[in-house]
């Protein structure tokens, strides 16, 4: 018996050596490892999905909105719980070759194999109702929400909004450090790029419970890990939507670029370059003819010229030559110049338009009457390098500082310049034309703008900006963009008055009289720059109003359109009266399709 | 007067209870979890059917309490021939499941008769161990034993049921060690498993056992034969494994069995490994104290195959952690000494032997189960007593049960003829 009692104690001690065999088991498991295996079973079982926030939307300056989104249905695919063999249902579904969803297989499993990838985009409705009937055959076949860009008004502002498309991979390297993944869109030009951080917001992620075939089964923990997205800014702009779309529709058939600011803060009324292009081209892959034209035709229909194009100003650049002679005191508001149809220089003779003899007259009936031989003359007694110096006070030659990245600093040229351009020497010759705004010197519309705007308000250049306040549309919160200080001019607030008189006097009586505002008193200037390769010149004009309190000033430039007068003066005028009035008079509706009908002359393929 | 259960040990039956209540809680998380709904509809009513089998089996136990031992003991060889006749019946007319052919189907009810087996078995060699006999005939009744239990295992090994059978090989030393065999006899009998597992996952382990062993055995026994055997058990495993694993077998059987070493490499981790993988991470990733009640990913997102049979510990482990896990394996561990001290307080060779045969199946059980579950042992598709999903085993091992507690009991009813 003795023996036996001691075989019961054997047992006990083998039944408990057993069980602390595995329960030593468990200490490794669950209290050594479990971080381990914790994170196993989560890249198992949790999936992480991202709830993208609502991009901010862009309002004009009289609360229409402009820019907002639309919700479009993007089918993921996540790999590693596709079945392969249904490769065929899901093409037939989606009614494409089998090849394209092997190959958006593909794509993603080069992403994660884990995580849906978002393959299809912009799937019509009733396509994505046929999958989800088919869910149960289809695991690892999901669909998320995609917001596209909407555009609700006839303003396209294309250059000055920008567009959103797709994050390429090579940004993606870039950026994934910033929350983006594949099949983001991202702002690419404009204030699209520009506000791109604030307009974006930042994606939540929603972690979901998916089953060992890779269905959605349930939240995880009810969503008490969940991150919220937080959307993005909305932008209050500037810019008068029905001013935009007025200007754009007057540019129909022609290039070129017009800026209309507002003098008293430099908020940007409207910018239009043109040809332009439609921003919805982009949410989707672009067709190959599409994306030639776009990028390699000569019309350049992706570049923004109101920032970028460089062009001289021609005799738009007179009102600048005649503040900077009355400030250096070349002249003043009572010398006479005698003009007889021409400048002579050595043996050259620099001509008026048409060889016009505008006789002695002062700086108001110079910029009156555009009167070239007055202009030379100031240039003649004035220093380059003196006359370079004021252009680049002027804004000229110099980017500007504003939320527009796309921009070109223009040329203005000093002494420097002639020296490393003309190593044999340069003359007199070389540097008079830039007293008529022609030679050796372009500015951009924007430039050009921004100075009418200093002209009209009597010497301040302000920061042009597109954007008034960036608003959150949950929060409320307001945010001011930060601009730059406004520059003020060191002119004598009387020099700005004479030469406004002399700019009033250009649409009262002289070269701009045809497209005088009824009812409201103006300032422009007509300018004509000779173009190269022996093309028609290119018109421009430049218009604020009214004289007295000046509320907008207008730049427009229109590529080979000839003379300043006959197709930017009309487009600019039209313009400030559609601002200042809210609308066309009725005795000049007849000038709209007027305007319209004119040319560029077309470039040469 | 003295009522007839005045002897029924009530913390035994609690014991019990507690099992099973533990298994369906597991088995309802793995069935009505929020993600159900994409289940098999064969797993669906896994619950509902476990609770059915559950109420059958107090309903045994009470049938069971009321019939006297004398039955036991007469019924022992009848019943071990019905098993064994079911078994054969089975090979012949069985469905096969998971490519075991071990169900036999009556109407809608399907047995899975190589449970049924094990009570047989052991009823029966209790018998054959109890009864009366010389000290000399001794080994005879061993050799005997031996082959009661040999027989079902062979006919279970043709049903290609390889795990149960297993149950079968491991239940002999545990009945020879309570028939009184010598224990370096029974040392020498269990090494070569030892010796197997070691070769399986660690070769110099296995050779180092192997020479330890045989020092062992030489130093403590002195007999040259006793070393000698020693020596070629153990050697002879570990050179028989080694070379099965690098000669003889095919490719695709070694990663079979080696892949639970080693699971979660690339080329397991989707196939043989999978099983492991899961069920490791399952209950790893419980930590400490569980993930809560219908709340383990892995549960609910049904990524350990067979969670409602023979991977219920992952279940247990995932949702109520370690914390859990262990209270489970203490209940076991309570069950099973408890059932050990009523064997020995029944003082009839009968009832020890079927208390402790009961003890020694429950405990391969639960060693292989949970040792797969944990990833310490391979894939062996055995339930986890009283807690796996699976009617015929539930009754089987209560069955076992109910008769060492009915022994117990009635202890003084049995005739003093009896050894």
């Given at each position: 018996?003795?023996?036996y009692r001691?075989r019961v104690k054997i047992f006990i001690g083998l039944i408990l050596v057993v069980l602390s065999?595995l329960g030593?088991?468990?200490?490794?498991?669950?209290?050594?490892?479990?971080?381990?295996?914790?994170?196993?079973?989560?890249?198992?079982?949790?999936?992480?999905?991202?709830?993208?926030?609502?991009?901010?939307?862009?309002?004009?300056?009289?609360?229409?909105?402009?820019?907002?989104?639309?919700?479009?249905?993007?089918?993921?695919?996540?790999?590693?719980?596709?079945?392969?063999?249904?490769?065929?249902?899901?093409?037939?579904?989606?009614?494409?070759?089998?090849?394209?969803?092997?190959?958006?297989?593909?794509?993603?499993?080069?992403?994660?194999?884990?995580?849906?990838?978002?393959?299809?985009?912009?799937?019509?409705?009733?396509?994505?109702?046929?999958?989800?009937?088919?869910?149960?055959?289809?695991?690892?076949?999901?669909?998320?929400?995609?917001?596209?860009?909407?555009?609700?008004?006839?303003?396209?502002?294309?250059?000055?909004?920008?567009?959103?498309?797709?994050?390429?991979?090579?940004?993606?390297?870039?950026?994934?450090?910033?929350?983006?993944?594949?099949?983001?869109?991202?702002?690419?030009?404009?204030?699209?790029?520009?506000?791109?951080?604030?307009?974006?917001?930042?994606?939540?992620?929603?972690?979901?419970?998916?089953?060992?075939?890779?269905?959605?089964?349930?939240?995880?923990?009810?969503?008490?890990?969940?991150?919220?997205?937080?959307?993005?800014?909305?932008?209050?702009?500037?810019?008068?939507?029905?001013?935009?779309?007025?200007?754009?529709?007057?540019?129909?058939?022609?290039?070129?670029?017009?800026?209309?600011?507002?003098?008293?803060?430099?908020?940007?009324?409207?910018?239009?370059?043109?040809?332009?292009?439609?921003?919805?081209?982009?949410?989707?892959?672009?067709?190959?003819?599409?994306?030639?034209?776009?990028?390699?035709?000569?019309?350049?229909?992706?570049?923004?010229?109101?920032?970028?194009?460089?062009?001289?100003?021609?005799?738009?650049?007179?009102?600048?030559?005649?503040?900077?002679?009355?400030?250096?005191?070349?002249?003043?508001?009572?010398?006479?110049?005698?003009?007889?149809?021409?400048?002579?220089?050595?043996?050259?003779?620099?001509?008026?338009?048409?060889?016009?003899?505008?006789?002695?007259?002062?700086?108001?009936?110079?910029?009156?009457?555009?009167?070239?031989?007055?202009?030379?003359?100031?240039?003649?007694?004035?220093?380059?390098?003196?006359?370079?110096?004021?252009?680049?006070?002027?804004?000229?030659?110099?980017?500007?500082?504003?939320?527009?990245?796309?921009?070109?600093?223009?040329?203005?040229?000093?002494?420097?310049?002639?020296?490393?351009?003309?190593?044999?020497?340069?003359?007199?010759?070389?540097?008079?034309?830039?007293?008529?705004?022609?030679?050796?010197?372009?500015?951009?519309?924007?430039?050009?703008?921004?100075?009418?705007?200093?002209?009209?308000?009597?010497?301040?250049?302000?920061?042009?900006?597109?954007?008034?306040?960036?608003?959150?549309?949950?929060?409320?919160?307001?945010?001011?963009?930060?601009?730059?200080?406004?520059?003020?001019?060191?002119?004598?607030?009387?020099?700005?008055?004479?030469?406004?008189?002399?700019?009033?006097?250009?649409?009262?009586?002289?070269?701009?009289?045809?497209?005088?505002?009824?009812?409201?008193?103006?300032?422009?200037?007509?300018?004509?720059?000779?173009?190269?390769?022996?093309?028609?010149?290119?018109?421009?004009?430049?218009?604020?109003?009214?004289?007295?309190?000046?509320?907008?000033?207008?730049?427009?430039?229109?590529?080979?359109?000839?003379?300043?007068?006959?197709?930017?003066?009309?487009?600019?005028?039209?313009?400030?009266?559609?601002?200042?009035?809210?609308?066309?008079?009725?005795?000049?509706?007849?000038?709209?399709?007027?305007?319209?009908?004119?040319?560029?002359?077309?470039?040469?393929? | 007067m003295r009522t007839w259960y005045r002897n029924l040990d009530y913390v035994a039956l609690f014991l019990w209870m507690a099992l099973v209540a533990v298994g369906l809680t597991a088995i309802y998380s793995t069935t009505?979890?929020?993600?159900?709904?994409?289940?098999?509809?064969?797993?669906?009513?896994n619950f509902e059917r476990q609770m059915v089998w559950a109420g059958i089996s107090l309903f045994g136990i009470v049938v069971a309490l009321l019939l006297p031992v004398p039955f036991y003991q007469k019924a022992a060889?009848?019943i071990y021939?019905l098993t064994?006749?079911?078994?054969?019946?089975?090979?012949?007319?069985?469905?096969?499941?998971?490519?075991?052919?071990?169900?036999?189907?009556?109407?809608?009810i399907?047995l899975q008769?190589s449970e049924l087996a094990k009570v047989g078995t052991v009823l029966a060699v209790a018998q054959?161990l109890s009864?009366?006999?010389?000290?000399?005939?001794?080994?005879?009744?061993?050799?005997?034993?031996?082959?009661?239990?040999?027989?079902?295992?062979?006919?279970?090994?043709?049903?290609?049921?390889?795990?149960t059978?297993?149950v079968?090989?491991g239940l002999?030393?545990i009945l020879?060690y309570w028939?009184?065999?010598?224990?370096?006899?029974?040392?020498?009998?269990?090494?070569?498993?030892?010796?197997?597992?070691?070769?399986?996952?660690?070769?110099?382990?296995?050779?180092?056992?192997?020479?330890?062993?045989?020092?062992?055995?030489?130093?403590?026994?002195?007999?040259?034969?006793?070393?000698?055997?020693?020596?070629?058990?153990?050697?002879?495993?570990?050179?028989?494994?080694?070379?099965?694993?690098?000669?003889?077998?095919?490719?695709?059987?070694?990663?079979?069995?080696?892949?639970?070493?080693?699971?979660?490499?690339?080329?397991?981790?989707?196939?043989?490994?999978?099983?492991?993988?899961?069920?490791?991470?399952?209950?790893?990733?419980?930590?400490?104290?569980?993930?809560?009640f219908?709340?383990?990913?892995?549960?609910?997102?049904?990524?350990?195959?067979?969670?409602s049979t023979d991977?219920i510990f992952?279940v247990i482990g995932?949702e109520w952690?370690?914390i859990g896990a262990m209270v489970v394996l203490t209940l076991f561990a309570l069950f099973l000494i408890r059932l050990v001290v009523l064997g020995a307080q029944i003082k009839h060779p009968f009832g020890v032997m079927v208390a402790s045969g009961a003890v020694g199946i429950y405990l391969i059980h639960i060693f292989i189960n949970v040792?797969?579950?944990?990833?310490?042992?391979?894939?062996?598709?055995i339930p986890l007593p009283f807690l796996s999903y699976g009617g015929s085993a539930l009754l089987a091992n209560t069955a076992m049960f109910a008769i060492a507690l009915t022994l117990h009991m009635r202890r003084d009813d049995f005739s003093?003829?009896g050894y």
């Amino acid at each position: 018996m003795e023996d036996y009692r001691i075989r019961v104690k054997i047992f006990i001690g083998l039944i408990l050596v057993v069980l602390s065999v595995l329960g030593l088991r468990l200490v490794k498991l669950q209290i050594v490892d479990a971080s381990a295996y914790s994170g196993e079973s989560r890249s198992n079982a949790i999936r992480e999905v991202r709830v993208l926030p609502a991009r901010g939307v862009f309002y004009d300056r009289n609360d229409v909105l402009l820019v907002d989104n639309e919700p479009t249905y993007t089918v993921t695919l996540t790999p590693r719980y596709f079945n392969r063999s249904r490769v065929g249902l899901l093409a037939e579904l989606l009614g494409v070759p089998d090849s394209v969803v092997t190959r958006k297989l593909e794509e993603a499993w080069q992403w994660s194999a884990f995580k849906a990838s978002p393959s299809f985009r912009e799937v019509p409705f009733d396509v994505l109702s046929r999958i989800l009937e088919h869910r149960a055959e289809l695991p690892g076949v999901e669909y998320l929400v995609a917001p596209k860009r909407r555009y609700l008004t006839e303003a396209r502002a294309a250059h000055a909004f920008g567009y959103v498309r797709e994050i390429t991979p090579a940004e993606l390297e870039k950026r994934r450090a910033d929350g983006y993944r594949a099949g983001d869109l991202i702002g690419q030009a404009g204030l699209e790029k520009h506000y791109e951080t604030e307009l974006r917001g930042r994606p939540g992620i929603e972690y979901k419970q998916v089953n060992v075939h890779g269905l959605v089964v349930k939240p995880y923990r009810d969503g008490a890990e969940d991150v919220p997205p937080v959307n993005g800014y909305d932008l209050r702009l500037t810019i008068d939507s029905k001013l935009q779309a007025l200007a754009e529709s007057l540019f129909v058939h022609k290039r070129g670029a017009a800026v209309a600011l507002d003098p008293r803060t430099g908020g940007i009324l409207a910018l239009v370059s043109e040809p332009d292009f439609d921003p919805r081209l982009f949410s989707k892959s672009i067709p190959r003819e599409t994306w030639q034209y776009l990028t390699q035709s000569p019309e350049k229909p992706m570049f923004n010229r109101a920032t970028m194009s460089g062009l001289p100003p021609g005799s738009t650049w007179k009102p600048f030559m005649a503040l900077m002679a009355l400030q250096e005191g070349v002249i003043d508001e009572h010398t006479i110049i005698t003009c007889r149809g021409g400048y002579t220089l050595g043996r050259r003779v620099f001509h008026d338009h048409g060889g016009h003899a505008h006789g002695p007259i002062n700086v108001r009936q110079a910029i009156q009457h555009s009167c070239n031989t007055f202009f030379f003359t100031v240039m003649m007694r004035t220093d380059v390098n003196t006359w370079s110096r004021w252009a680049k006070r002027f804004g000229f030659g110099r980017r500007i500082p504003m939320d527009l990245a796309e921009q070109s600093p223009g040329l203005i040229p000093d002494s420097s310049y002639y020296d490393r351009v003309y190593p044999r020497g340069w003359t007199a010759g070389y540097t008079i034309n830039l007293g008529i705004g022609q030679g050796d010197m372009v500015v951009t519309p924007m430039q050009l703008a921004r100075y009418t705007a200093a002209v009209a308000n009597g010497g301040t250049l302000y920061p042009p900006h597109l954007v008034d306040r960036l608003e959150h549309p949950e929060t409320g919160e307001v945010v001011r963009p930060e601009l730059p200080a406004p520059e003020h001019l060191p002119v004598d607030p009387g020099f700005f008055e004479v030469v406004r008189d002399g700019m009033r006097l250009v649409m009262e009586a002289g070269t701009g009289q045809y497209v005088q505002i009824p009812g409201i008193s103006s300032g422009g200037k007509t300018g004509t720059a000779q173009a190269s390769g022996g093309r028609k010149d290119h018109s421009l004009f430049v218009l604020f109003a009214p004289v007295d309190d000046p509320q907008i000033a207008v730049a427009v430039v229109v590529e080979n359109g000839g003379f300043g007068a006959t197709q930017a003066a009309p487009i600019a005028s039209l313009m400030v009266e559609q601002y200042l009035t809210g609308d066309v008079g009725p005795q000049r509706r007849w000038l709209i399709p007027y305007v319209m009908k004119m040319e560029s002359e077309p470039l040469p393929e | 007067m003295r009522t007839w259960y005045r002897n029924l040990d009530y913390v035994a039956l609690f014991l019990w209870m507690a099992l099973v209540a533990v298994g369906l809680t597991a088995i309802y998380s793995t069935t009505h979890g929020p993600a159900s709904e994409f289940l098999l509809e064969s797993v669906q009513k896994n619950f509902e059917r476990q609770m059915v089998w559950a109420g059958i089996s107090l309903f045994g136990i009470v049938v069971a309490l009321l019939l006297p031992v004398p039955f036991y003991q007469k019924a022992a060889y009848p019943i071990y021939a019905l098993t064994m006749l079911l078994l054969v019946a089975a090979l012949v007319a069985g469905r096969e499941v998971n490519g075991a052919k071990s169900w036999l189907y009556l109407g809608p009810i399907g047995l899975q008769v190589s449970e049924l087996a094990k009570v047989g078995t052991v009823l029966a060699v209790a018998q054959l161990l109890s009864s009366r006999r010389t000290q000399t005939h001794n080994v005879r009744y061993a050799v005997f034993a031996v082959a009661l239990v040999a027989l079902p295992a062979a006919l279970i090994v043709l049903q290609n049921d390889m795990g149960t059978a297993l149950v079968f090989f491991g239940l002999m030393p545990i009945l020879l060690y309570w028939s009184g065999l010598p224990l370096h006899t029974l040392v020498l009998m269990t090494s070569p498993a030892l010796a197997a597992y070691l070769a399986i996952v660690y070769w110099p382990a296995a050779v180092a056992f192997a020479v330890l062993f045989t020092l062992g055995m030489h130093w403590q026994m002195r007999e040259r034969y006793v070393t000698a055997l020693a020596g070629l058990f153990t050697g002879g495993t570990v050179a028989a494994v080694t070379l099965a694993l690098t000669k003889v077998l095919q490719p695709y059987q070694v990663a079979r069995i080696l892949s639970f070493t080693n699971p979660e490499a690339k080329e397991f981790r989707d196939n043989v490994g999978f099983h492991l993988v899961q069920s490791k991470a399952a209950i790893g990733s419980g930590g400490l104290l569980g993930k809560g009640f219908m709340e383990g990913t892995q549960t609910q997102g049904a990524y350990v195959p067979e969670q409602s049979t023979d991977f219920i510990f992952s279940v247990i482990g995932e949702e109520w952690g370690f914390i859990g896990a262990m209270v489970v394996l203490t209940l076991f561990a309570l069950f099973l000494i408890r059932l050990v001290v009523l064997g020995a307080q029944i003082k009839h060779p009968f009832g020890v032997m079927v208390a402790s045969g009961a003890v020694g199946i429950y405990l391969i059980h639960i060693f292989i189960n949970v040792g797969m579950a944990t990833g310490l042992l391979p894939v062996i598709g055995i339930p986890l007593p009283f807690l796996s999903y699976g009617g015929s085993a539930l009754l089987a091992n209560t069955a076992m049960f109910a008769i060492a507690l009915t022994l117990h009991m009635r202890r003084d009813d049995f005739s003093i003829y009896g050894y």
